[in-house]
């Protein structure tokens, strides 16, 4: 079922954005889009996300997705006395 009419997300999107370690709507927006453009799907998305991150194992821990972690991960500043 398409959850995001604006980015095109379905609700099998999202799913696989929690197998890949997406946990909240930042990641999903980040990762996806959603609630990008008009945020008609808000509820909606997190319906979904709920539902997906429901049926993950509680042992598996919540890894942050690669798309994720390059836009918030500063480089590490190099040390010029050596």
Not at 8 to 25: K, L, P, W, Y
Not at 50 to 65: F, H, S
Request: with cysteine.
């Amino acid at each position: 079922m398409y959850v995001c009419l604006c980015k095109g997300v379905t609700d099998r999107h999202i799913h696989e954005a929690v197998r890949q370690g997406s946990r909240s709507m930042r990641q999903l927006n980040q990762t996806l889009g959603v609630c990008s453009q008009c945020g008609r799907c808000g509820r909606c998305a997190k319906g979904v996300l709920d539902e997906a991150t429901a049926q993950i194992p509680a042992q598996v821990p919540a890894q942050v997705p690669a798309q994720v972690a390059t836009r918030t991960s500063a480089p590490m500043p190099t040390s010029a006395a050596a």
